[in-house]
C-alpha cells in the first residue's frame, strides 16, 4: 500500500480517486478531487467502489455520460492485481472490482496493522472541534441527549481515525433566565421541605431530581438564604442546584462511557471585558447591527436568515443568540479549521443565524457546519413507553442504560442517520440473541476470539509462510474478505459525511459474512497451511469488529 508524504497510509479508495482524477484530466477535465465521490454499491455484484463523476461533470463538457464514463475507464491505468475489473453501468457509473490477490493480501496486512487498520491521513492534521449533547443544566440527561451524545463521540472517534486533530466539548448554558428558573424551582422545594404550604411556580421545573436536590443541601445554610432578599435568595439555591445538575450530567456521561475533552460555561461570556461584550462590539463595527424598539438588533436576514435577530433586549441583557454569536467567536479564535456543532430536534432555527454571525466575526466558508439528531420514542411491545424513576414527565440517559446496558443504547441510537426520527425497541434491545444487532456484532467478536483460543490449543497458530492465503478461495472467504478491505473507505467516507449510522450497517455485515464463513468453511482442519490461512482471516475479522465497535464506543467482549 502507498504511503502519504507525512507516512500516514494512502486507502485504497484515494488510490483510486487519484487514479480518477488523473484520467479526467486527461479527458479535459479539471475536477477538484472533493467532487470525485467514492461509494460501496448497495449491490456487491456491482464491484467494490463505484463513482458517478462522469454523471456530474459530463453537462459541463457537453458529452454523454456514459462516453465519458468509458473515456474515464479506459485511462485509469491501475495495476490488474489491485483492481481487475472497470465497469460501466446504468446512465455512467463507472464501478471498480478488487483482485482477488489484492483482498487475499490483506488478512496478514490487517493483523500486522492491529487496531492501526484503517487508520488515515485524509484529515492531514486539522484541527476540529465537535459539540455535542450541551444540554441545559436544568435537568436529568434525557433521550434524545443520549442519542445526541452516541452520534457525537462516533463522530469524533471516526474523524480522529481519520487523521484530524479532534477536541469535543459541552457548552454549558449556565447563565440566564433558566438559571434563575431553577434557582426558584430549587427555593420552593426546599421550603417545603421544611414543612411550608407554597405553591409551585407555574415556570418553574417540577421533576423529583429538585425534591433530591433540595433535601442534600444542609438545613441551617438554607434557613439563611431564606432571609436573604428573594432575587440573592433564589441564586443562593441557583447555584447549588447548577453544580449538582452538572456533576449529575458528568456523571450519567461517564456511565455512558462518553467523555468530554472540555466543558466550557456560558457564564464565562457574561464577565465584564468579556466575550459578550467583544462580540457585540465587533458585530457592530462591522455594520450589521440597528437599534429598533430600544433593542438592538443583528441583520441575518443579508445572509439568508429569515429574518433577523435581537442581540440586546430593550432592557439592556444580552440574548441567548448574541452569547451563541460570541461562543462561536470564542471557538474561532482557538483556531479550529472546522467546527462541528450537533444540535437537539428543538435547535434547527438556530443554523442559519449562527451561521451568519460566524461569518460576519471572520469565519471562512464550511468553517461552520451543523447537524440536528431527531427525536427518539422508546418503544416496548410496540407501544411507546415511558421510563422516568425521577419525575414521570423525564426518560433519561441514566434509566435507560440501567435498563438495557450503554453497548445496546449506543448501537441503537446509531443505527439510523441522525435526521432520521428513531423508534428505540427496547424489547429487542434487552434480548440476548442472535435477533438484538449489538449481540449479533458482538458474538462474532466472541467467537472468533474463541476459534483462536482453540487453534492454539490444537497447536495451530497464525502463518509464517504468507504463501497459504492463495488457499482462501471459497465464495464466503472471498466475501469476507471483500467485507474487510471495505473498512479503511468506510472510515473515510463516514469522516466526510458525518454519518455514524453506516457503521452499525457495516458491523452488521461484517458479523453476518463471518457466521457465513463459519458454518460453510472448517477453519482448524487436518490441512495445516489451510486451517493457518483460515485462522489469519478470522483473526482480521476479529481486528476488524473490535475497531468498529470502539468507533462505536461499544465493548468488544471475548466471552458471552
Known amino acids: 500500500m502507498a504511503s502519504s508524504d507525512a507516512g500516514a497510509p494512502v486507502s485504497a479508495r484515494e488510490q483510486v480517486r487519484e487514479a480518477l482524477a488523473r484520467a479526467l484530466a486527461a479527458a479535459g477535465a479539471e475536477v477538484p478531487r472533493s467532487r470525485i465521490q467514492l461509494e460501496r454499491p448497495a449491490d456487491p455484484s456491482h464491484g467494490d467502489l463505484s463513482t458517478n463523476v462522469a454523471l456530474v461533470t459530463a453537462k459541463e463538457l457537453g458529452r454523454k455520460p456514459r462516453d465519458l464514463a468509458a473515456q474515464i ?9 489491485f483492481i481487475d475489473r472497470i465497469d460501466i453501468a446504468g446512465p455512467g457509473f463507472v464501478n471498480f472490482s478488487f483482485a482477488r490477490e489484492y483482498l487475499a493480501s490483506q488478512p496478514a496486512r490487517i493483523v500486522s496493522l492491529g487496531s492501526r487498520y484503517g487508520d488515515s491521513g485524509a484529515g492531514g492534521g486539522r484541527k476540529l472541534q465537535v459539540e455535542f449533547v450541551s444540554a441545559n443544566p436544568t435537568g436529568p440527561l434525557v433521550i434524545v441527549s443520549a442519542r445526541s451524545a452516541a452520534v457525537g463521540s462516533a463522530i469524533a ?15 454549558l448554558n449556565d447563565a440566564g433566565s433558566q438559571v434563575e428558573k431553577l434557582g426558584r424551582s430549587t427555593m420552593v422545594r426546599f421550603r417545603q421541605r421544611l414543612g411550608e404550604q407554597v405553591p409551585f411556580p407555574e415556570d418553574g ?16 445554610e438554607g434557613r439563611s438564604w431564606l432571609e436573604l432578599p428573594e432575587g440573592d435568595a433564589a441564586r443562593a439555591f441557583g447555584a447549588v442546584a447548577l453544580e449538582r445538575m452538572i456533576a449529575w450530567i458528568k456523571a450519567d456521561l461517564e456511565k455512558f462511557g462518553v467523555h468530554f475533552d472540555r466543558f466550557f460555561r456560558e457564564s464565562d461570556l457574561h464577565l465584564p471585558g468579556g466575550g459578550i461584550e467583544r462580540t457585540l462590539a465587533e458585530l457592530e463595527g462591522s455594520g450589521t447591527v440597528y437599534e429598533k424598539d430600544g433593542a438592538r438588533w443583528f441583520r441575518s436576514t443579508d445572509y439568508g436568515d429569515e429574518k433577523d435577530r435581537v442581540l440586546v433586549r430593550s432592557d439592556g441583557t444580552p440574548t441567548y443568540f448574541l452569547a451563541d454569536a460570541a461562543y462561536h467567536r470564542d471557538k474561532l479564535s482557538r483556531g479550529f479549521d472546522r467546527v462541528i456543532d450537533i444540535f437537539g430536534p428543538d435547535h434547527h432555527g438556530h443554523i442559519a443565524r449562527l451561521k451568519a454571525a460566524s461569518t460576519v466575526l471572520g469565519a471562512p466558508t464550511g468553517w461552520l457546519e451543523m447537524l440536528t439528531v431527531q427525536w427518539v420514542r422508546l418503544m416496548e411491545d410496540g407501544r411507546q413507553v415511558k421510563m422516568s424513576k425521577r419525575g414521570g414527565e423525564f426518560e433519561t440517559l441514566a434509566d435507560l442504560v440501567d435498563d438495557v446496558g450503554a453497548d445496546a443504547s449506543k448501537f441503537f441510537f446509531l443505527m439510523r442517520r441522525t435526521e432520521a426520527h428513531l423508534d428505540f425497541n427496547l424489547t429487542l434491545a434487552r434480548t440476548q440473541s442472535d435477533e438484538n444487532p449489538v449481540y449479533y456484532v458482538q458474538y462474532a467478536h466472541a467467537r472468533i476470539c474463541s476459534v483462536v483460543a482453540f487453534a492454539r490449543a490444537e497447536g495451530v497458530g497464525f502463518p509464517g509462510d504468507l504463501s497459504c492465503v492463495d488457499l482462501l478461495r471459497e465464495p464466503e472467504e472471498i466475501a469476507l474478505m471483500r467485507e474487510l478491505v471495505i473498512f479503511p473507505q468506510l472510515v473515510e467516507a463516514i469522516a466526510e459525511s458525518c454519518e455514524p449510522h453506516r457503521l452499525t450497517a457495516f458491523g ?18 487436518r490441512d495445516r497451511g489451510l486451517s493457518e490461512a483460515r485462522l489469519l482471516l478470522a483473526e482480521a475479522t476479529r481486528i476488524v469488529l473490535a475497531e468498529t465497535l470502539r468507533l462505536l464506543g461499544i465493548g468488544a467482549p471475548e466471552r458471552m
Do not use: M
Open 508 to 525: 452488521q455485515e461484517l458479523a453476518a459474512a463471518f457466521h457465513r464463513f463459519y458454518h460453510v468453511c472448517r477453519i482448524v482442519s
Open 73 to 81: 475507464a479506459g485511462g485509469i491505468g491501475l495495476d490488474a492485481g
Open 205 to 220: 421545573y417540577p421533576g423529583e431530581y429538585l425534591v433530591e436536590i433540595a433535601g442534600r443541601i444542609p438545613e441551617d
Open 157 to 171: 472517534a471516526v474523524l480522529r481515525k481519520a487523521g484530524y486533530e479532534v477536541e469535543t466539548e459541552y457548552y
